[in-house]
Every structure is written in C-alpha cells, then in structure tokens.
C-alpha cells in the first residue's frame, strides 16, 4: 500500500500521462500509477547508488521494466527529450533542495515548460512557491493532509504565459489552501504557532540584534493568529 502523502501526490498526476519521478527512492510513485492503470510510462531518477537500486530491484520484482526507465542521474538530468514527458513529480524533500533540482533542470532546458509540475516539499514550501513564480509557473492546485503526525503540503504547477503575483501571504500559506481552509490547515498551522512562539521566546532571550528575525517571526505570528 502506498502512503498516504504518495497517494495524494499520483491524485494530481493527469490518467495517461510520461511521469518522470525525480528522488524516486523505491520507485513506489511510478509503480503504483503503472499497476493502477493511470499511466503507462515513467522514468525514476536517483542520484543515490542505494535508492537507485533499490528502484532497480523493485521495477525488476514487479517486471516493470519496459514501463519504467531507472536512471541514476542527478536532479531532471534523469530525462531525456525522447521520453516526452509530461508531469514530473518530486517528493518528499525540502522545498530548497525541490527548487534548486527545477532550476538546474530550468538552466539547462530540460523542462519544456509542457509539463505539469506535482511537487510535494516535507518543509520550505515558501521558497518553492517563490521560485514557481519566479519562473512563470502558475500554481493550480494544492492540497495537504496529516500523516503519522506530520504536515505534508502538495503544490501543481503548470508553466504560465505571465508571471503570476502572489502576495506574502499567498507565498506563505498557499494560494489555494489559503482560500479554501480545511481542518488539516488549521491543525497545521496551529502547531506552527505553538512554534514559532517557543522560538520567538528564544530568539527575545538571544544575545545580538535578533531585531530583523523577531520583526518576521511576529509577522508569520500575527498572521497565524488571524487564521485560526
Ligand atoms: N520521493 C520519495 C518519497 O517521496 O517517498 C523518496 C523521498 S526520499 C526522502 C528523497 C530521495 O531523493 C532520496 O532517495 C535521495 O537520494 C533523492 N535525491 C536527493 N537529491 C536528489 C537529486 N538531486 N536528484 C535525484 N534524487 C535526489
């Protein structure tokens, strides 16, 4: 059975589509959509020896192999241009590590701007939406939910003719999990404010100008505090 978190990201992936899967680990993304019938093709990249073949041993296991390239490879540097692919799927990191593997792959023209971008960052998910609209991605869709006590978010993005202007907030919170607040939202950020509380405490008690840290910390407070 496939994770929760992993579930919701393939509900965001289009029935029929070249998946690439990027930080693939076991391959579990990609062999779940072939075995559910919603795609025919995919290619995991692993950077990693280990996962790599573990990827390997898996496609191998379930005799996938002519539906799933493995390639050890470092970021989108795992797709080729004749695999066409069509959303590319990235999980289960950092939102920094997610934006500096897309703007590699974004300098050397991997992505063609075609492809539906499903990414779901475990943290700095602020970072990531700031770079999507610092490349003219528009976010489509988000969603979050609650798995073994963590918060996962899931961000959709798809190349936009205009940059899109989101506001801080909107950078912060979501566009969409902004407008549409579900009790996972507020369980969240309920728990970012117990936080960010603790740290602000910490950083009032630290020694040096902490002015510049206190003044954005009591800003992202404040605003918790208006949502929930
Ligand atoms: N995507 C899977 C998931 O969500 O369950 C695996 C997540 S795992 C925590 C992160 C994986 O990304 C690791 O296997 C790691 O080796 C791989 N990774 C990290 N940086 C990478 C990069 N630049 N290119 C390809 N894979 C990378």
């Known amino acids: 059975k496939l994770s929760d978190r992993l579930a919701k990201v393939c509900e965001f992936v289009p029935n029929g589509a070249i998946v690439a899967d990027i930080g693939s680990d076991h391959a579990y993304l990609p062999a779940w959509l072939i075995l559910n019938n919603k795609i025919t093709t995919a290619v995991a990249g692993e950077v990693v020896k280990g996962p790599y073949e573990s990827a ?8 996938l ?25 990235i999980a289960g990191m950092g939102g920094s590590l997610i934006s500096e593997i897309l703007d590699r792959g974004y300098e050397k023209d991997i992505l063609s701007g075609k492809e539906r971008l499903i990414l779901q960052p475990n943290i700095g998910e602020r970072t990531l939406r700031l770079w999507l609209q ?8 988000e969603d979050m939910l609650e798995e073994d006590g963590k918060f996962y978010e899931v961000i959709v993005a798809e190349k936009a003719t205009e940059a899109p202007t989101y506001t801080e907030k909107e950078l912060q919170f979501g566009p969409f999990l902004l407008s549409n607040q579900t009790p996972v939202f507020k369980a969240k950020w309920a728990d970012e404010l117990e936080q960010k509380e603790y740290v602000l405490k910490q950083l009032k008690a630290a020694k040096g100008d902490q002015s510049a840290k206190i003044e954005k910390m009591t800003q992202l407070k404040t605003w918790i505090e208006e949502l929930i």
């Open 134 to 141: 610092d490349h003219s991605y528009e976010i489509i869709a």
């Open 56 to 63: 390997c041993h898996l496609v191998k296991s379930l005799g």
């Open 65 to 89: 192999e002519d539906q799933i390239t493995v390639r050890l490879a470092n970021g989108l540097e795992a797709v080729k241009p004749e695999d066409n692919v069509t959303a590319v799927t």
